[in-house]
């Protein structure tokens, strides 16, 4: 059971360049989600899905778009990485039950030149 | 909306000493409440959540959190910290909307001195 996994691990892009980010989850959860870690802020959820073939909007869409055409992963697309966009992303997935745990992969660090 | 507020984004204790990590919430409805541990270079782990019942929680490696309704707050501590306790520490608050989405708050960096 490897649980929640993200490919890459790292990864430096020029400004400009897209790139794909994948998530993939063994544990059958219906929900998952993308967020991106900054020094001092947390972390903040780019988008969402609830689904297989559903995606919503988080708190920092902007630049980002996602895809779940399979239920057991989740991708996330830069189509023309900035310089901002520099981060650690983590992806997570969990039930649907409301009080259950978010499990977490280990992070993708991105680094945009 | 809701909101999470970590007071202090760097906390020293020595070995030995007791551990308090602050949490406070805002949440127009009755929220869940999570605390979760990142070690260097690794994802986040669930320390302990909080949703209905006893206040008092227990989670993992001996730490512990109360809600308390009347000060919106979720506060972590642990009676006698260990050098493997140094890590980063996040409170988040999930209310009951569509996605269970969950609210972080900044993160507070635990380091823990011989």
């Known amino acids: 059971n490897a649980g929640v996994t993200q490919t890459p691990k790292f990864r430096v892009l020029k400004t400009g360049q897209s790139m794909t980010l994948l998530c993939a989850q063994d544990?059958?959860?219906?929900?998952m989600y993308w967020y991106r870690q900054d020094p001092g802020m947390g972390l903040r959820l780019i988008h969402y899905?609830?689904?297989?073939?559903?995606?919503a909007k988080g708190e920092v869409p902007d630049g980002y778009n996602v895809s779940r055409l399979k239920k057991q992963n989740f991708l996330l697309g830069l189509e023309s990485a900035a310089p901002s966009q520099t981060s650690v992303y983590f992806c997570a997935s969990s039930y649907v039950v409301s009080t259950d745990t978010q499990y977490f992969g280990p992070g993708t660090r991105l680094t945009v030149l | 909306a809701q909101s999470v507020t970590q007071l202090g984004s760097h906390v020293s204790v020595s070995e030995g000493a007791l551990v308090l990590l602050r949490c406070n919430y805002s949440?127009?409805?009755?929220?869940?409440l999570f605390w979760y541990v990142q070690y260097p270079n690794q994802g986040l782990q669930l320390l302990l959540k909080?949703?209905?019942?006893?206040?008092l929680v227990k989670g993992i490696n001996g730490f512990e959190a109360e809600f308390k309704k009347s000060e919106t707050s979720f506060h972590l501590t642990k009676p006698s910290a260990h050098m493997s306790d140094a890590a980063e520490y996040f409170c988040?608050?999930?209310?009951?909307?569509?996605?269970?989405?969950?609210?972080f708050g900044g993160g507070t960096r635990l380091m823990v001195k011989p």
């Open positions: 909080y949703t209905t019942g006893a206040t």
């Open positions: 544990m059958n959860h219906e929900y």
């Open positions: 988040a608050v999930r209310s009951n909307n569509a996605g269970n989405m969950l609210t």
């Open positions: 899905s609830v689904g297989e073939g559903t995606t």
């Open positions: 949440s127009s409805v009755p929220p869940y």
